[in-house]
């Protein structure tokens, strides 16, 4: 086991990190399936519509996060990272935020300087995406939108970026 594993895991065993995942390749439930993701219409913050059908032939990694959670203050920077590497490729990255207020997560993005893809989550996307309560949670799509992974927690940049090579899989 390499260094970093180790000692998170010694953090996890102890109580003082509970909610940084020691892994990225945290297997979903139902990972694996053949029948793909069924994706509901999102509305994104500034407006723009993705429809069902425009996931057809791209991987996905969609972040849960909230603006008052510290650890997702961590990982979006990350995830802005993965979506300036994947952008115009067969990959989408969307920010699903907890928060209710649309305004304060606009000014939250605008601050922090974020450009990925967000929407507010709905109580069926946020159901359908997560059965834990835990922020932030990154899930991943295959191209051919099968489920792939839930990982709880704040990640380490080079595991979020890792999360490119799900777009160079067969569509």
Known sequence: MNGRRRWLRGLAACGCMPLVAATPLVRAQGAGDAAPFEWPEIVLLDGTVWRPESW?????????????????????????????????????????????????VRRHVRERGYTFPMTIATDALRTRLVQRRVTPTTVTFDRRGRLLQRIPGEMFEDDVLALARLADGPA
């Not at 991987?59 to 920077?77: D, E, R």
């Not at 952008?87 to 969307?94: A, D, N, S």
Request: some cysteine; hydrophobic content about 45%; overall charge positive.
């Open 56 to 104: 057809r032939d791209r991987a996905a990694v969609v972040v849960l996060w909230a603006t008052w959670c510290p650890f997702c203050h961590g990982h979006n920077p990350h995830v802005e990272k993965l979506w300036q590497a994947v952008r115009g490729g067969p990959m989408r990255v969307l920010g699903v935020s907890l928060d209710r207020d649309p305004e304060l």
